[in-house]
């Protein structure tokens, strides 16, 4: 495979860069925000550090799930319960803390790339009845209307589409839209989705999972 590395720290990438060629691998390395976001086409898989001098690696690792499907594993110092299960919700395959072994390391990378897609591409389109989300034109269209949306209101629509049909969780929506969940942005998203829900105008389209989440489609 050819993985992209994004870690700042030179002594740790370096261990981690020889032990993926020992393994066969082709290596890209990186180390900011910008060059990850700039080389992931190339790649097959990233191995994403979160602590980056120029960002956050969760914006990164948002970024990452909203443009493609690829395989993302995190290896941070940041081993909080709370940043855990954050780095799974935006899309992480896996998420490691360091220290860690190399050999386990090696292990989770072959496990992540085995359950991948031999090509996984996400749609550009998704339709749910007559409501057509266009994910990278960031267009919506009902019944070949167009509708009007805010930025926020397309994020949201577009965190659901992708998992058009599949009960998305209030905390995941919060974290991808938002970056993280807070009090304030939960009210916010109470209104967004009050204004989508009266601009799609088909009602039950974007239902309420109680006491979970939302759900585009059935």
Do not use: C, N
Request: no cysteine.
């Amino acid at each position: 495979m050819r993985i992209l590395v994004v870690e700042d720290d030179p002594g740790v990438a370096g261990a981690i860069v020889d032990a993926l060629r020992a393994r066969g691998h082709g290596v890209l390395r990186v180390g900011t925000a910008a060059e990850a976001r700039e080389l992931r086409p190339e790649v097959d898989l990233v191995l994403l550090d979160l602590g980056l001098p120029d960002g956050d690696g969760f914006e990164v690792l948002r970024d990452l799930r909203r443009a493609s499907a690829i395989p993302v594993l995190v290896l941070t110092a940041r081993g909080d319960e709370r940043d855990v299960v954050r780095g799974l919700r935006l899309g992480a395959d896996d998420y490691l803390v360091k220290p860690v072994r190399l050999g386990e390391l090696l292990a989770r990378i072959d496990a992540v790339a085995r359950r991948a897609p031999a090509a996984a591409v996400e749609p550009d389109v998704v339709s749910v009845g007559d409501v057509r989300v266009e994910l990278d034109a960031r267009r919506v269209s009902v019944a070949g209307e167009r509708v009007a949306l805010t930025g926020r209101e397309f994020d949201i629509l577009a965190v659901l589409a992708r998992r058009a049909g599949v009960a998305v969780s209030r905390e995941q929506v919060l974290d991808e839209v938002w970056g993280h969940s807070t009090q304030a942005g939960s009210r916010a998203l109470d209104v967004h989705l009050t204004s989508l829900r009266g601009k799609l105008g088909r009602p039950g389209l974007l239902s309420t999972v109680r006491g979970f989440g939302y759900r585009l489609g059935t």
